[in-house]
């Protein structure tokens, strides 16, 4: 049973920044698409980034290009999200996810982490 669990939510201020961690067992991590959703109270899930099994592709959702960066690190079985320039906007429960290919849709991704909460705040 393949198991993701986020870590480095909280709270930050308009402007600075985060890093999300999602750590990945029970399965080949490197064999899987990884990936990172959002979703805000009220809201819909929104795709923010995902990256393929070897790295090379890397897809960012329009609201987050230039400001977010995903990464991973197969030796650690663990998937980053390096949020800079953080806006109130950007407050959401961020979701890590896995799959087969690379998508930007979260139909494609099997596999779900619990969450960790976001909130941009002064």
């Known amino acids: 049973q393949v198991q993701l669990v986020e870590s480095g939510g909280g709270l930050v201020q308009p402007g600075g920044s985060l890093r999300l961690s999602c750590g990945v067992s029970g399965g080949t991590f490197s064999s899987y698409a990884m990936g990172w959703f959002r979703q805000a109270p009220g809201k819909e899930r929104e795709f923010v980034a995902a990256?393929?099994?070897?790295?090379?592709?890397?897809y960012y959702g329009n609201s987050v290009k230039g400001r977010f960066t995903i990464s991973r690190d197969n030796g650690k079985s663990t998937v980053y999200l390096q949020m800079n320039s953080l806006k109130p906007e950007d407050s959401a429960v961020y979701y890590c996810?896995?799959?087969?290919?690379?998508?930007?849709?979260?139909?494609?991704?099997?596999?779900w982490g619990q969450g960790t909460q976001v909130v941009v705040s002064s």
């Open positions: 996810a896995a799959a087969l290919l690379v998508a930007t849709t979260s139909q494609s991704f099997g596999y």
């Open positions: 990256m393929s099994q070897g790295g090379r592709t890397i």
